[in-house]
């Protein structure tokens, strides 16, 4: 199985600051990354796919980079209601894996 | 937008069989694959399987001893059945929606059931 790892796994920030959220695969991934937001009591939602491609609706302050076996999201300007979780995702592999996430706290 | 939301038992005693029901609105069941997907502190999220819309299926081999997904278009709905449940099955349970031409990007999500096994 291909390892997703996501360190730290939570991080204290304010609003209006730029905030980056790396990923790590434990091997090759090319751009087969997705990335998920989380609040509690809500369901998931995909913010970007393919490594760097916003879903729609997403605002233009999330932005994905990287390929191969590191990446980033970056959150140009944190909002009030970006304080979440986020998970990366690979799905290079057929068995698709999930990072354990990052917490992005007041 | 495509709704689901997770239906079933929140407390299962350890050796029965979870059932859990993903009921589908807004939307029509066709051309999708129909996933669940679980998470816990010890193992965090974890792909279960999915059932296509038009009926295969494709499990987690961690897992594809015990579990079964089927799908009702007809009611809109898609299952999971887990059998000999452990403590180590205590999780969050999802479903969640991929499209036809990416099966393992998941557009749309329930909000989640706790399901606990305890006797």
């Known amino acids: 199985d291909i390892q997703m790892t996501q360190s730290p796994s939570s991080l204290s920030a304010s609003v209006g600051d730029r905030v980056t959220i790396p990923c790590r695969a434990s091997?090759?991934?090319?751009?087969?990354l997705n990335w998920y937001q989380r609040k509690p009591g809500t369901a998931p939602k995909l913010l970007i796919y393919?490594?760097?491609t916003l879903q729609g609706g997403v605002p233009s302050r999330f932005r994905g980079t990287g390929s191969g076996t590191d990446f980033t999201l970056t959150i140009t300007s944190l909002h009030p209601e970006d304080f979440a979780t986020y998970y990366c995702?690979?799905?290079?592999?057929?068995?698709?894996?999930f990072g354990g996430g990052t917490k992005v706290e007041i | 937008q495509v709704q689901l939301k997770e239906s079933g038992p929140g407390l299962v005693k350890p050796s029965e069989t979870l059932s859990l029901t993903c009921t589908v609105s807004?939307?029509?069941?066709?051309?999708?694959?129909w996933n669940w997907i679980r998470q816990s502190p010890e193992k965090g999220l974890e792909w279960i399987g999915y059932?296509?819309?038009?009926?295969?299926?494709n499990y987690n081999p961690s897992l594809k001893s015990r579990v079964s997904i089927s799908i009702d278009r007809s009611k809109n709905l898609f299952s999971l059945k887990l059998n000999s449940m452990t403590a180590a099955d205590t999780a969050f349970y999802y479903c969640?929606?991929?499209?036809?031409?990416?099966?393992?990007?998941?557009?749309?999500w329930g909000q989640g059931t706790l399901v606990t096994v305890s006797s």
């Open positions: 393919s490594a760097s």
């Open positions: 969640a929606r991929a499209n036809n031409s990416s099966p393992r990007l998941y557009v749309d």
């Open positions: 807004g939307g029509s069941m066709d051309s999708s694959y």
């Open positions: 059932v296509f819309y038009a009926g295969s299926t």
């Open positions: 995702q690979q799905y290079y592999s057929s068995l698709p894996t």
């Open positions: 091997q090759n991934i090319r751009n087969y």
